[in-house]
């Protein structure tokens, strides 16, 4: 049975490319042919100005929404914001999704067989990049005669791919979402996935990535892998919050080398659901893709400079952030990039925001969403600065309330 307001029985399609001319890497590698899964909902209209590309996390794939089969227990990713009445509104819009390289739900990547052999690539498939990803998107939306989308929009490494449209391909976009991401990986995360790579390496299943027809694989390097990640995905004050010191299932030490506390239950739980559902030489090839992004260091090291040419690109930048103790939103890093590259003096701006209670987030936890219609992308760099150009909207729950708001920001983008 599906949801209310589901998309409901959907299909996963294929696109094949470059069989004659290879795909151009970043690396100068090349490759031939490549294959992308993808999945659309709604109905492109008559013009194809419609569309609206979503862009998947790490993790993620091209089923963003509705269900594969009559008996799925579960939709696609984001099924919450992708379908009619939602906050992306099939009823209204196209809205494609599709798998990046190098990951292993359908498009080219380590786990797809090489043509020169037969054989899986494993290490031999070329290292992509994000810029890669994107660009292979590109020709997806060639191949299917749209010519600009409206929107495309993404969270984490999703929002990596939307800032990289804004920078490399603003011609192709008339806004973008990014969303609770980054414009590059800090050493720190760098650190932390280079800790994941290696505990896949040190797994003797691993056999330097050539196990796909050996009948065992690196789940015990990839779970590892997958822990240290859900580490980076929680502040230390969230840990706090949501497990403390508490023991699992237990009132008091057993003084052994068992599974005792919550956070570790926790960590086991979702590394061990990882090796069911991911590849770990794909982890290993889309980490590396968000080690390797940074269009300011294609550019000088100004941000500002990698995104001039998103002059008409409208932007609607979604936030994650939290109070620090004083209550000042940890927020401006994260917008920087846009409102360097505003005009100071400008009364052009038609600026829309609406803040967003979570639920599924800590309670600390806000969305803060700005829409701005300006000749260049701009967003406030506080919720305060925000709020004074809200145009009257208040804060809601994440509800149908909130998505018919984020739906009509997105139906204030320009559509020329």
Request: hydrophobic residues 35%.
């Amino acid at each position: 049975m599906t949801a209310p307001n589901s998309v409901g029985l959907v299909e996963t399609h294929t696109f094949t490319f470059a069989q004659e001319e290879p795909f151009r890497l970043e690396s100068g590698a090349a490759l031939s042919p490549v294959t992308l899964a993808y999945e659309a909902y709604g109905r492109l209209n008559a013009d194809r100005s419609n569309a609206i590309l979503i862009c998947h996390a790490l993790s993620g794939g091209a089923h963003a929404a509705g269900y594969l089969a009559p008996d799925d227990a579960q939709p696609g990713w984001w099924d919450d914001c992708i379908g009619p009445g939602k906050a992306f509104d099939t009823d209204r819009y196209f809205i494609l999704c599709s798998n990046v390289l190098g990951s292993c739900y359908g498009s080219s990547g380590p786990g797809s067989v090489d043509p020169a052999t037969g054989q899986p690539y494993g290490l031999h498939f070329p290292v992509v990049t994000i810029g890669d990803m994107v660009r292979a998107q590109v020709r997806l939306l060639d191949h299917l005669g749209i010519d600009r989308l409206l929107a495309v929009a993404g969270g984490s490494m999703g929002g990596m791919q939307v800032l990289e449209w804004a920078a490399h391909h603003p011609q192709r976009v008339r806004a973008a979402i990014p969303i609770a991401t980054t414009a590059r990986h800090s050493p720190m995360l760098i650190a932390f996935g280079e800790v994941g790579r290696q505990a896949i390496y040190a797994d003797p299943a691993w056999n330097q990535g050539d196990y796909y027809n050996n009948g065992k694989r690196p789940d015990a390097g990839l779970s590892v892998a997958r822990m240290v990640g859900h580490i980076t995905y929680l502040s230390e004050q969230s840990m706090h919050e949501k497990f403390g010191r508490r023991l699992q299932g237990r009132e008091r030490y057993g003084y052994e080398f068992q599974t005792e506390f919550e956070i570790e239950s926790y960590l086991e739980h979702n590394g061990d659901k990882f090796t069911r559902r991911f590849d770990a030489n794909s982890y290993l090839y889309v980490t590396k893709a968000l080690d390797y992004f940074d269009p300011a260091g294609q550019h000088g090291g100004s941000l500002a400079v990698a995104f001039e040419n998103a002059t008409d690109t409208a932007s609607a930048v979604l936030i994650v952030t939290k109070p620090k103790p004083r209550g000042r939103p940890v927020s401006r890093s994260v917008t920087r990039w846009t409102s360097s590259t505003a005009p100071k003096d400008s009364n052009a701006a038609r600026t829309a925001s609406v803040e967003v209670w979570n639920e599924r987030l800590p309670t600390y936890s806000r969305l803060f969403i700005a829409v701005s219609l300006l000749d260049r992308p701009q967003v406030h760099s506080s919720p305060q600065a925000m709020a004074g150009n809200s145009r009257g909207l208040q804060p809601c729950r994440w509800t149908t309330a909130c998505r018919n708001s984020v739906r009509s920001r997105v139906e204030d983008i320009p559509n020329h």
